[in-house]
């Protein structure tokens, strides 16, 4: 069976239905395109056929290009892979400019075969960019269905056409939102902002009678009739210079110039905006292969698509358990990160027992999801009737005994392991013998927190990050004694509640926390050492790290930082390697100066709470230095105290999964998302250098930077981690 199929009615219209069997949408991929260019010119010379229908045999149209092919593009090019991308790129272009010109006298514009495609459900990526080039598109009334180009998400941008012609269409303002931020819109709203032309309750019926009735001038594009001007005004028009001048500072604003395809997607609008269509679509597809040509490109696709896909489908799930699924959940404490297990479990449809001390507090808890859902019905994502289902999902209570029938307990008690302990066997004593009970503490470790179970085999870490709802990450933590069901049970149920989980060992900080903590140290540390705190935080936001190392210890409190600081230094004693950053925080905390909740810390905030810049009273407690760093000197410490982190979790079996580690790290804590993950950076730089580099931080700031063992065997043998830890696919 191919991709594509077609079959020719008595009406003389032809149907070209794509549907790829062994997926449960449609993606499109090298061999297909051939396929597709063979049936149009079938379509394009048989004189039986009057135009052309495409359309899907699923009901969705197509989820965009095959992303695991994407990935591969650069190495499957040759030996020229640059001439082979732009060659691969531009077949594509030469077949959809087939399909858009079908058969159209250039110098009449007439005799073409009118060709429509009909959308039943979501077209994304090559499946909108395909439908651009027909000459109508027709949709389902889908409100489910999302279409767009989501292209830029992952590290590349439309290069099939869709940066073209979306841009002359609509022009390049209208156009900005759905290629520079991915939009994805339903059926009715995709009219209304002109990327498709019609919603009609029968598409198909719709499309035959265009087609049927379709006149010589229904066909000939805007970019290709004569006196075409750009919606907008091009770049040289008064209108367009200045739409271009905002994007480009927008652009630079958004990315800090470390996202290589949003640079190289205006730079094809702009460009291709100066030049004849059929040039234009040259210029992307240059632009497209310098993208696939920058190891991020291949590197975000592999993280942020690949890797996360598989860890979300199962690729470290035990073999031979059988569905772990969560039918009633406990939990235990309605703070925050409990009100948002339970706000994310209910909507996943799981029945919850909401527990704390008090009855007040169990409600304060639960009236988390009411003022969740409220927001929603505000801007119309929810309705009232749903919101009502939700709270019934919801059962607030003190009384242990709503626990009996669990099938999962997640802990969510103060960060005290007596605290803990107590609450462990009070509920061990009501919750079935089979149910797996869960701890959600961020630091303390699981094995001697299962301590206090009668069952260390179904005791596990299932590790959430604030806030819940929007955090994408959960962070799961084997004990010693943690059994392959509870495992099971953990990752199953991360699967419920639609977020991407990673599976660890046991040990201080597990993974996020271990990588995430020196982070913040080196920036405080950094300060006590007299760099300008304005230096440090845009070298980190340079570099790509959402938040700078002194506004993330804002946001977490200060004061959580210094009882961690304190707890650390208790279990280290002499080894404990952080004291110059404890001066720091320490004075902090006697200062008051707590963070965002205490409205002051490492910067100002108004009376509002909104942040003002940093705090200038820094200064007098610990003078700038008249000499500063390099910028480089400065990004490389923050980059290497977390990816070095990474490695020894690698090297001591905490991290078990090189993906797990680049997923977990731009999902948890959002580690320069261009770069693919900490262990796919140390790829790009080359184990040589990340090896001399460690050596040169070191000489110059600590034996924090010491080379890690594995690192430097790696070095040695001219490794990378993706060549000597590479997983063998596993299916879901």
Known sequence: MTDFTMDTDAAGIATITWDVKDKSMNVMTLEAWDVLDALIDQALTDDAIKGVVITSGKDSFAGGMDLNVIARMKEMAGDDPAKGLFDGIMNAHRIMRKIERAGIDPKTLKGGKPIATVLPGTALGIGLEIPLCTHRIFAAPNPKAKIGLPEIMVGIFPGAGGTTRLTRKMGAMAASPFLLEGKLVDPARAKAAGLIDEVADDPMAAARDWVLNAKDADLVKPWDAKGYKMPGGAPYHPAGFMTFVGASAMVNGKTQGVYPAAKALLSAVYEGALVPFDTALKVEARWFTNVLMNPSSSAMIRSLFVNKEALEKGAVRPDDVADQRVKKLGVLGAGMMGAGISLVSAQAGIEVVLIDQTQEAADRGKAYTASFADKGIARKKTTPEKKEQLLNLITATTDLDHLKDCDLIIEAVFEDPKVKAEM???VEAVIPQDCIFASNTSTLPITELAKASSRPDQFIGIHFFSPVEKMLLVEIIKGKGTGDRAVAKALDYVRQIRKTPIVVNDARFFYANRCIIPYINEGIRMVAEGVEPALIENAAKLVGMPLGPLQLVDETSI?????????????????????????????????????????????????????????????????????????????HRLLFSQTLEAVRALEEGVLMDIREGDVGAILGWGFAPWSGGPVSWLDMLGAAYAAERCDQLTQSFGDRFTCPDLLRDMAAKNQSFYGRFAQKPKAA
């Not at 707890?567 to 080894?575: E, L, S």
């Open 424 to 426: 462990t066997r009070k």
């Open 559 to 635: 004061d959580l930082g210094a009882k961690i600081a304190r707890a650390t230094k208790a279990a280290m004693g002499d080894a404990y390697p952080d004291a110059a950053v404890d001066e720091v925080i320490f004075w902090m905390e006697g200062e008051n100066r707590l963070g965002r909740k205490t409205s002051a810390g490492f910067y100002a905030y108004d009376e509002k709470g909104k942040r003002q810049g940093l705090w200038d009273g820094l200064a007098a407690q610990y003078p700038v230095s008249d000499t500063q760093p390099d910028l480089i000197d400065v990004q």
